[in-house]
């Protein structure tokens, strides 16, 4: 453990969501390398607040990659540059001694930077609400082994559900789409027997509410795909566009 | 002072049913002109705003994160309980709801602990139904697993991310409300006070966390569905905005906070490596269905582990308690880590953990089935340690995962204070002093779901409400003292941080009122805690501005409470001279370093109330009765 590294880091700071940002640099001195990145942002923090400046303002929760609050770019890429985590789970013994490291917000139209490293991304909740569910009132369930549901369509709807809700997807894309977090949606629910009655109406009101949000169209270059930490494939965005059609085909 | 539970007559399996029948209900057409704050969005909050949302009423829910689908039950991993006996192995809602009892050792209400198993298996149909992506078969049915304290197999589990899959369902119910218009939600808003007029709770204070302003909300009641204290012990289990503030300012308003010392210390969590931690991580307590949990015999053995034979490793789960083995209840298989650990047998660079080896599973399930049961666990794992547990056991330590004590309910979840709700986590009632594994979840979504919508309605139909207005004397004295208590954290600009206080106080927590408590170290934990109080009104440097987003004085303002409500729960531990569940003190053990009780003296719900600054609390006492649950010692052998 007494080994520890050096950083620099270029942090985007940004008063508001009104205001110009800019990076700003700081050092950041004697840190573990079992630490994990956000562990050493709080460190950086505590040292800027004993000197009187401002921190450093991040969203963060759950620090164990399932809450989707942490909303990084790090080094040119959202959520880091190690596949298949969350900002919270890099760590700095990913980074070697000395190294420069660029933090910036997640940056989309539709993510506004609310201050440094924070954005508002409550345009996925307006897109949830816009049909990202099943109809059924507490209290009126059929019992729950009254409809099997194979494995493997189980297994499939767990793996879309298993979406975090982060946006990485829409800051990684050139285009700051938004289909493979609706597109998972879509899948999770398109993949149960639950999901089947109102299927058709949720892809057409997710999709308007999603343009409506300012998202732009998919660049079908599958960045999203690539820095999505819960590995969700594009396949789900296929789906959409497939049901998307269909939806439109039955209004001509 | 004795304090009324308000449980129902009758026999303990029809009270719940009998009840609801006769509570009152509000008409369909007048249900809108209510309006409901409920402060919360996890499982508990998220469920009772889209039931009651649902039902008709005006439903606002504030949560303290910028979506509500981020409140932290989406970590939990393991699962969630119900009696549905769909294994064939035994269950009951008799069983699920004794097991439970007993798990709580006897400290918790059995009458609310019934209702909740009886519920259970509704919450898995609506989940079902919801389209939540429970584990299946290959016939297309539910599988489950089996879980601590419990021989039955009753879990309900989404691989390891069961509490995701869980909140999702219960905040997309929610969505569901907002696009029809009956809730609305208001994210990044943190609950500051609560707001009583006549007595009744009619509203809160809260603070806008993009702009600072302080905002009033009045309704005809308050639900809290606020969550765990974990966090005042600095390293916990727990999110980072986890806090005691919402809580706590309901208690400095009136409301009892009940049994606050019982905090649950989870087995099996990954060991602290360094002071920067700024949290601990857990692994789902599933894992110990298939992983063996040992350290070397011999205390001072540095052999990496594969070197270690099976006769030089004591498996001391497994030893102790056959019958339980690895699956002993959370607080059993943490005291026995710790004191294996002080023996001098502990594992790692620190010596403050034990292993939890897969290797018999592996070679007898083989790697694919290992993978598809834990994979996302051990990912986790390695991401974190640097190690692979498919070839090296994991190393665990115990850590604060859950707080079974919360603001003192009746049987129709309502504090003292009328008006004032309590749900989940947030309340004291059905876990006693150790929750069982998986009974969270089903908690949060019995209360949120299945019990607050019928009792709420019983509430507001039997009270005469007047019309509150948010420009009231009693929302603007109390925004009064919010925005002074803000002035004053800001003006201090002493030398030290909140993150430095923090870790102080949570070193103090740790260490006395934590796996082992005695009297002499409870009693310095008082004396410290006092001290450090008093350093941080005088030292903390807390900087920026009232009227803007500011995380250092938001976390500020919840230290400053930690500060106040840490007292309470030395006190609570200093008051209970017995040992049950979590709450083990040295002084009071079987001959074998078991939990002694003492029911003649402790059979209560220890509920204080806050009497001033400095004060001493108030200790009102809820006696508890067992008939159906008949109470003997807790036995895992």
Known sequence: MSETRNFKLRVWRQANAAATGKFVEYDAKGISPDASFLEMLDLVNDELIKRGE???????????????????????????????????????????????????????????????????RSAFDRIIAAGGYVSVGTGSAPEANEMPVPKDDAEAAFEAAACIGCGACVAACKNASASLFVGAKLEHMARLPQGQAERYRRVARMVAQMEAEGFGACSNEAECQAVCPKEIPTSVIQRMNRDYLKTWLKTI | MSLDGQVPGGPIDSKWESHKAHMSLVNPANRRKYNIIVVGTGLAGASAAATLGEAGYNVTALTILD????????????????????????????????????GGDYRAREANVHRLAEVSVDIID?????????????GGLLDTRSFGGAQVSRTFYSRGQTGQQLLIGAYQAMMRQVDAGTVKILAR??????????????????????????????????????????????????????????????????????????????????????????????????LRNDGRVWVPKSSGDHRSPDQIPDGERDYFLERKYPSFGNLVPRDVASRNAKSVCDEGRGVGSTGRAVYLDFRDAIQRLGHDKVAEKYGNLFDMYKHISNEDPYQVPMRIYPAVHYTM????????????????????????SDHGANRLGASALMQGLADGYFVVPYTLANYLANTQ??????????????????????????????????????????????????????RKGLEGALASVKKLREEFQQNVKVIGKADDMNKALEFGLRVADYMEFSEIM???????EESCGCHFREEYQTPDGEC????????????????GPGKEPILHKEQLKFEAAAVKQRSYK
């Not at chain 2, 049987?411 to 947030?426: C, D, I, K, Q, T």
């Open chain 2, 67 to 102: 979506s509500p689908r981020r409140s932290h039950s989406i970590a939990a991993q393991g699962g969630i309980n119900a009696a549905k006996n769909y294994k064939n192995d035994g269950d009951s809602v008799y069983r699920l709801f004794y097991d439970t009892v007993k």
């Open chain 2, 596 to 611: 002694q009780r003492n029911d003649e003296k402790y059979s209560y719900v220890a509920a204080w109330e806050y009497t």
């Open chain 2, 189 to 286: 808003r943190e609950m500051l006070d609560l707001v009583l007029v006549g007595g009744h709770a009619r509203g809160i204070i809260a603070r806008n966390l993009v702009t600072g302003a302080l905002e009033r909300y009045a309704g005809d009641a308050v639900l809290l569905a606020t969550g765990g204290y974990g966090n005042v012990y600095f390293l916990s289990t727990n999110a980072g905005n986890c806090n005691v503030t919402a809580t706590w300012r309901c208690a400095r308003r009136g409301a009892y906070f009940a049994n606050p010392s019982f905090a649950q210390v989870h087995p099996t969590c990954i060991p602290e490596t360094g002071d920067y931690q700024a949290k601990l991580t857990l692994m789902s307590e599933s």
């Open chain 2, 405 to 428: 004590g919360g603001l003192w309910v009746d049987y129709h979840l309502m504090s003292n204070v009328p008006g004032l709700f309590v749900l989940g986590e947030a309340n004291f």
């Open chain 1, 54 to 120: 401002d921190p450093i303002a991040f969203d963060s929760d759950c620090r164990e990659g399932i809450c989707g609050s942490c909303s990084c770019v790090v080094d040119g890429v959202p959520h880091g540059t190690e596949p298949a985590i969350t900002t919270c789970q890099l760590y700095m013994r990913n980074f070697h001694d000395g190294a420069t490291v660029t933090v910036e917000p997640f940056r989309a139209k539709a993510f506004p930077v609310l201050k440094d490293l924070v954005v508002d």
């Open chain 2, 465 to 518: 409400l007047g019309a509150v207005k948010q420009d009231g004397d009693d929302f603007r004295a109390t925004e009064q003292v919010v925005s002074e208590r803000i002035a004053n954290l800001l003006k201090v600009n002493g030398k030290k941080t909140v993150l430095e206080f923090h870790r102080e106080l949570g070193r103090v927590m740790w260490d006395h009122v934590g796996m082992a408590r005695n």
């Open chain 2, 126 to 138: 609506q989940c079902v139904a919801q389209g939540v992506p429970f584990a299946r078969e290959y």
């Open chain 2, 570 to 576: 030395v006190r609570d531990a200093l008051d209970r």
